[in-house]
Nanobody, 124 residues
Framework: QLQLVESGGGLVQPGGSLRLSCAAS????????IGWFRQAPGKEREGVSC????????NYADSVKGRFTISRDNAKNTVYLQMNSLKPEDTAIYYC?????????????????WGQGTQVTVSS
């Protein structure tokens, strides 16, 4: 059974950092594009970052460019999202998603497999 489990969320002060993990089980991440999405209260779920399966190319939303970094460790079957210089507006539930695509996308409609999410709260 294909499963994605996010971890690493929490409460952090503005300017702080967190690293989110997305661990996969039941399938091998090597052949899947992985996306990170977030949803704040009362807002639509939006794409944050993604990483392609074959090339490892990455893509970022403008709002997080230069602050967030996505990476993958195929040996651990895990994808990470390093988040630096966090802002209150980064507060949301963060989800990872997977799809057997060669090139990743920041559109939620491209992904069929989703984790349950991890809460990130940026507040002083």
């Amino acid at each position: 059974q294909l499963q994605l489990v996010e971890s690493g969320g929490g409460l952090v002060q503005p300017g702080g950092s967190l690293r989110l993990s997305c661990a996969a089980s039941g399938f091998t991440l090597d052949y899947y594009a992985i996306g990170w999405f977030r949803q704040a209260p009362g807002k639509e779920r939006e794409g944050v970052s993604c990483i392609s399966s074959t090339s490892g190319s990455t893509n970022y939303a403008d709002s997080v460019k230069g602050r967030f970094t996505i990476s993958r460790d195929n040996a651990k079957n895990t994808v990470y999202l390093q988040m630096n210089s966090l802002k209150p507006e980064d507060t949301a539930i963060y989800y990872c998603a997977a799809e057997p695509l060669s090139v990743c996308a920041l559109s939620r409609s491209e992904y069929d497999y989703w984790g349950q999410g991890t809460q990130v709260t940026v507040s002083s």
